[in-house]
């Protein structure tokens, strides 16, 4: 069945050739962010959302690189950001700032605890959870996820009709609560938190590259981060599309579908790979020379 994509976002269909990362400029860049998206990237889908594993090497090069100095590292994920820290074992605590509900929660290095929901916000995730757990009940196969800033109805186990038919009820439910869905894999969020995780992920990369003058333009401040970012999702797209001008940035799409990143791996694993090989260049790089 095909998917129908948000509008200004790709189809989830093959796409072209796109060539295989080179990262090795990243090795000496003098300041570096590696950001990441979590399931499908760095951990394999699962029906049970919450029994996922990260790939052991990933999570092992991620610490490598965030213990780098001038090297920041970003989770940026659709879940929650307890969910994210819980599930990765990776948080503040070891240089690793948490993006989670797709940029809408945010925990950084240097911060006490991740930004919460006002009063309104807390309601209307209320309604929401209400809402889908009656459409959950109504469509076999499908499962709900409550997530801090609001839920995912999972289609992973349902018939094509039936994801079909909850997906026209979840829009539907979001436009009486007034919230725009979200549509990954097999999953469909409506969250009370109005962002993207390219619009998060920009924010941050900005504000860590400002200076005294307060350029606008990320390319003309100092220090400027050059950026590496790996997903695998539609709303991964909104990270390749926000820094596809930037200048040495590695954005690394994971599987086949059409996409606006610049390079392209098959899965898990090479993304495993690729993380490894950053954070050993990275050490290199800033080893002490040799006597």
């Excluded at 189809?11 to 090795?24: H, I, K, S, V």
């Excluded at 006002?118 to 209400?130: S, V, Y």
């Excluded at 926000?242 to 606006?260: C, M």
């Amino acid at each position: 069945m095909t998917q129908t994509a948000p509008a200004g976002e790709p189809m989830r269909t093959a796409g072209p050739t796109l060539p295989a990362p080179d990262q090795e400029h990243l090795a000496s860049a003098p300041w570096l962010v590696v950001a990441t998206d979590f399931d499908g990237t760095l951990a394999p889908f699962h029906d049970d959302p919450m029994a996922v594993v990260p790939h052991p090497d990933s999570i092992a090069a991620l610490r490598r690189l965030a213990a780098l100095p001038t090297t920041q590292v970003v989770l940026v994920s659709g879940r929650d950001v307890a969910t994210l820290q819980q599930l990765s074992g990776l948080g503040p605590q070891d240089g690793v700032s948490l993006l989670g509900s797709h940029g809408g929660e945010q925990w950084q290095v240097g911060e006490d605890g991740p930004t919460g929901l006002d009063e309104d916000e807390l309601a209307q995730r209320d309604m929401l959870i209400t809402g889908a757990r009656g459409l959950v009940a109504e469509h076999p196969g499908t499962t709900l996820e409550v997530k801090a800033a609001g839920v995912v109805v999972h289609t992973r186990r349902a018939t094509p009709e039936v994801a079909l038919e909850a997906r026209g009820a979840v829009r539907r439910l979001g436009r009486r609560c007034g919230v725009e869905p979200l549509l990954g894999k097999d999953v469909l969020e409506l969250s009370v938190l109005r962002t993207t995780k390219g619009e998060a992920l920009a924010t941050l990369v900005h504000r860590l590259g400002q200076d005294r003058w307060n350029r606008r333009s990320h390319r003309e401040r100092t220090p400027g981060y050059t950026l590496w970012f790996a997903g695998d999702d539609l709303t991964d797209e909104t990270v390749f599309r926000a820094f596809a001008d930037e200048a040495g940035a590695v954005l690394v799409k994971v599987g086949p579908e059409r996409t606006r990143a610049t390079s392209r791996v098959d899965g898990i694993d090479d993304v495993a790979r690729l993380l490894t090989a950053l954070a050993d260049a990275r050490e290199g790089a800033a080893a002490p020379p040799a006597d």
